[in-house]
């Protein structure tokens, strides 16, 4: 079945360090790929996404590459700040019929930004 | 904007009572899912439904039943709570029937069962 494997935190960095949250996946068909961000005591809301093979999703600073050669979504950041402090987590949604709407989700990776 | 609200941020039950989770979103969405989030082991999908009435199995349903009776709102239901309930809740919605689309969270319900 399909799958997403997220590097383990937790992820402590210094502010104005460079972020990457390594996250692959196994999946039949073409997925969709996604990011969500849970802030501490919120939901998860959406970060990023990448519909199709090459594309690139990008918010708030943060982006990932869709790589289908090595099955990979990473997430970086260019300059972490004390407010990016979340629980990241990478999914995959998968189009194949009826009944298949749900999306598959890794077990998160906690950051926290110190000053 | 999209909001998807949840009816207790906390909730505090005893072992054997009924407990209703309530879920609204204001978007129109077909899709609703129910989550519950552990340490460690991420989001696992409980129930989803595609319509109004009806409902699928996700991958840890037992010990818990939901209802649709409108659109814009989906129910979970704990039919006799146990300790091993005890977690966070979110609810979701998407608008369309496909696994790609966007979904849109709830603030969750903490619940303990004592």
């Known amino acids: 079945g399909d799958s997403v494997t997220q590097m383990e935190g937790p992820v402590t960095l210094s502010e104005e360090a460079f972020l990457t949250i390594n996250c692959t996946y196994t999946?039949?068909?073409?997925?969709?790929l996604f990011w969500y961000v849970q802030y501490p005591g919120e939901g998860l809301q959406l970060l990023l996404k990448a519909t199709k093979a090459d594309d690139k999703g990008s918010n708030k600073g943060f982006e990932a590459t869709y790589r289908k050669e090595t099955t990979s979504f990473h997430l970086e950041k260019g300059s972490v700040q004390v407010s990016d402090s979340a629980v990241y987590f990478c999914a995959l949604g998968v189009d194949s019929g009826a009944g298949s709407y749900q999306l598959t989700f890794g077990k998160g990776t906690k950051l926290s930004v110190i000053p | 904007d999209v909001k998807v609200t949840q009816s207790s941020r906390y909730l505090v039950k005893r072992t054997g009572e009924k407990v209703f989770l309530e879920c609204v979103q204001d978007?129109?969405?077909?899709?609703m899912f129910w989550y519950r989030q552990d340490p460690g082991l991420g989001l696992r999908l409980i129930y989803f439904?595609?319509?109004?009435?009806?409902?699928e199995k996700g991958d840890i349903p037992e010990g818990y039943s939901v209802s649709r009776e409108k659109k814009e709102r989906f129910s979970l239901i704990l039919e006799s709570a146990s300790t091993n309930q005890t977690s966070m809740y979110l609810c979701?919605?998407?608008?369309?029937?496909?696994?790609?689309?966007?979904?849109?969270f709830g603030p969750g319900t903490r619940l303990l069962v004592l």
């Open positions: 978007m129109d969405h077909e899709n």
């Open positions: 439904s595609y319509d109004v009435k009806m409902k």
């Open positions: 979701a919605s998407s608008l369309g029937l496909a696994g790609t689309k966007t979904q849109y």
């Open positions: 999946a039949t068909g073409y997925p969709s």
